[in-house]
T-cell receptor
Framework: GESVGLHLPTLSVQEGDNSIINCAYS??????FIWYKQESGKGPQFIID?????DKRQGQRVTVLLNKTVKHLSLQIAATQPGDSAVYFC??????????FGTGTRLLVSP | KAGVTQTPRYLIKTRGQQVTLSCSPI?????VSWYQQTPGQGLQFLFE???????NKGNFPGRFSGRQFSNSRSEMNVSTLELGDSALYLC????????????FGPGTRLTVL
């Protein structure tokens, strides 16, 4: 499949562990943030989003935390599974403006 | 419902040629965005169309252009191809634009020789 990044930071975890992927965003005025998952050979897949008027949002096995003071976003994955292995991107946008993606983090889950 | 489709999936061109890529959004979605993905630069925004109008444009040269048709299908064109244009070109559709959930297609892998 296509390579999405040859020099991405990598997080290696064991199956069943909790994973935390961090992201520093660039625009303090951004009001919408999204986490995407990209598997080899596929386009990015939406995981969870959060608006700037919130600091935490939970989904199924995933939680996104937003710290606007330090412009930091994190994605927590509970009970990580081998199928979670992928590259994870954070993205930010302001209103209808373009989506700006972070550089990505590769998550490797070993059984 | 059917997802975002992109054609062709793979393309090989030579320097100086031009190329047209196509994207069919999810039915009912009026916003289509295009992105370029490379190992060195990551995912970069090219442009976004909504109801046949370009609303936003990224920092790419004028060789990169696009359009959207009345049925929301979109095309992007790259003229006078350069080696550095080799990339995965991704299309994403959404109901309103980048401020709500975008659904990505599988991409078109363009190789310029």
């Amino acid at each position: 499949g296509e390579s999405v990044g040859l020099h991405l930071p990598t997080l290696s975890v064991q199956e069943g562990d909790n994973s935390i992927i961090n992201c520093a965003y660039s625009n303090s005025a951004s009001d919408y943030f999204i986490w995407y998952k990209q598997e080899s050979g596929k386009g990015p897949q939406f995981i969870i989003d959060i608006r700037s008027n919130m600091d935490k949002r939970q989904g199924q096995r995933v939680t996104v935390l937003l710290n606007k003071t330090v412009k930091h976003l994190s994605l927590q994955i509970a009970a990580t599974q081998p199928g979670d292995s992928a590259v994870y991107f954070c993205a930010e946008t302001l209103g209808f403006q373009k989506l700006v993606f972070g550089t990505g983090t590769r998550l490797l889950v070993s059984p | 419902k059917a997802g975002v489709t992109q054609t062709p999936r793979y393309l090989i061109k030579t320097r100086g040629q031009q190329v047209t890529l196509s994207c069919s959004p999810i039915s009912g979605h009026r916003s289509v965005s295009w992105y370029q993905q490379t190992p060195g630069q990551g995912l970069q925004f090219l442009f976004e169309y909504f109801s046949e109008t370009q609303r936003n444009k990224g920092n790419f040269p004028g060789r990169f252009s696009g359009r959207q048709f009345s049925n929301s299908r979109s095309e992007m064109n790259v003229s006078t191809l350069e080696l550095g244009d080799s990339a995965l070109y991704l299309c994403a559709s959404s109901l309103r634009g980048p401020d709500n959930e975008q659904f990505f297609g599988p991409g078109t892998r363009l190789t310029v020789l």
